[in-house]
Nanobody, 122 residues
Framework: QVQLVESGGGLVQAGVSLRLSCTAS????????MGWFRQFPGKEREFVAR????????SYADSVKGRFTISRDNAKNTVHLQMNSLKPEDTAVYYC???????????????WGQGTQVTVSS
């Protein structure tokens, strides 16, 4: 059982940066692959970034590659999403998610946060 809580969203102008954070409950945070997803109004949730258990391997959606960086601090049970050069099309609700080894092997995340709104004005 993992509880995830996102923070750091807000309303910003295009071109600026935001840093999202996700804090997990429990003592087994390092056992989980962590991911960030986002959802546009009326659209399906889409993959943004993921990071492996020790933070060595990362992966990004093409739409954010080169602008966003995912990182984790296992000592603090926290994963971050550094978002640079934000665009209006980045406006969405951003979700933190966790998957164990079985879940990640199936492409399925087991736990989800409540989401945090990111709004980018032109």
């Amino acid at each position: 059982q993992v509880q995830l809580v996102e923070s750091g969203g807000g309303l910003v102008q295009a071109g600026v940066s935001l840093r999202l954070s996700c804090t997990a409950s429990g003592r087994t945070f390092s056992n989980y692959f962590m991911g960030w997803f986002r959802q546009f109004p009326g659209k399906e949730r889409e993959f943004v970034a993921r990071i492996n258990r020790n933070g060595v391997i990362t992966s990004y959606a093409d739409s954010v590659k080169g602008r966003f960086t995912i990182s984790r601090d296992n000592a603090k049970n926290t994963v971050h999403l550094q978002m640079n050069s934000l665009k209006p099309e980045d406006t969405a609700v951003y979700y933190c998610a966790a998957a164990d080894l079985l879940g990640i092997s199936r492409g399925k995340y087991d736990y989800w946060g409540q989401g945090t709104q990111v709004t980018v004005s032109s």
